[in-house]
């Protein structure tokens, strides 16, 4: 603790004491307040550069992604000529995004609104029940 602490003394009042109880857990709430500031801001720093490399992932990524396919037209093109093979890998990503987008339109509407509806529910049983106990 930052000040300094003195010793409860026999003849020291109930109100002295009290007062100095609350005095000194003001400063505790106020310094743990202080502990939790500083580490929530350390950790939001983390949490930034994690975001910002798994940004830089994702970008690399999807340049790797767009080297394969241009890899695989490159190969198709052996066999057939290019504009065939650019048409086929070109189809062939299509036919995969569609599945793709209704598999996750499938998911979104099994999901249902994005409200919290169980905690709505919750918080409204809860205001009842005090608006019940306030007019007893």
Known sequence: MSTVERQPHADDSVGVLVSRASQ???ELVREEMQLARAEMTQKGKRYGKGGGLFGATGIIGFLALQALTA????????VVPV?????????AL???AAVTALAGKK???R???PAPEQTIDSVKADVAEIKEKAHR
């Not at 890899?71 to 052996?78: Q, W, Y």
């Not at 504009?83 to 189809?91: D, E, N, V």
């Open 24 to 26: 000194q857990m003001s």
């Open 71 to 78: 890899t695989c037209i490159a190969a198709l093109a052996l």
């Open 83 to 91: 504009w065939a093979a650019a048409l086929i890998i070109t189809t």
């Open 94 to 96: 299509g036919i995969v």
């Open 107 to 109: 998911q979104i509407a």
């Open 111 to 113: 999901a249902g609104t």
